[in-house]
């Protein structure tokens, strides 16, 4: 069956760095665009990135352009999140999503972005 596992959330102060990781089976990784979404703490849930099957970023919210960065590797299956210059406002659990099928969600990963 599909399976995304998100991993690498935690605790960081403002400005600081994360990477998330996005792992993923049960489908054919390679031939379907995969997403970020975050849910914030008052419940909103927010597109963040899409990658193609190519492995080109479709776009980011502008929330995060320029902080953020999607990137895939398709021999691992594993889809990334390079998060940058953290913020506050960046708190949410962090989902990945395969867009397969009905479309399919991780376990979220929760980061906090906090001094």
């Known amino acids: 069956q599909v399976q995304l596992v998100e991993s690498g959330g935690g605790l960081v102060q403002p400005g600081g760095s994360l990477r998330l990781s996005c792992a993923a089976s049960?489908?054919?990784?390679?031939?379907?665009?995969m997403t970020w979404y975050r849910q914030v703490p008052s419940g909103g849930r927010e597109w963040v990135v899409s990658?193609?099957?190519?492995?080109?970023?479709?776009n980011y919210a502008d929330s995060v352009k320029g902080r953020f960065t999607v990137s895939i590797d398709n021999a691992k299956k594993t889809v990334y999140l390079q998060m940058e210059r953290l913020q506050p406002e960046d708190t949410a659990v962090y989902y990945c999503?395969?867009?397969?099928?009905?479309?399919?969600w991780g376990q979220g990963t929760q980061v906090t972005v906090s001094s």
């Open positions: 999503r395969a867009e397969y099928g009905p479309g399919y």
């Open positions: 049960g489908f054919k990784f390679s031939a379907y665009p």
């Open positions: 990658i193609s099957v190519a492995g080109r970023p479709i």
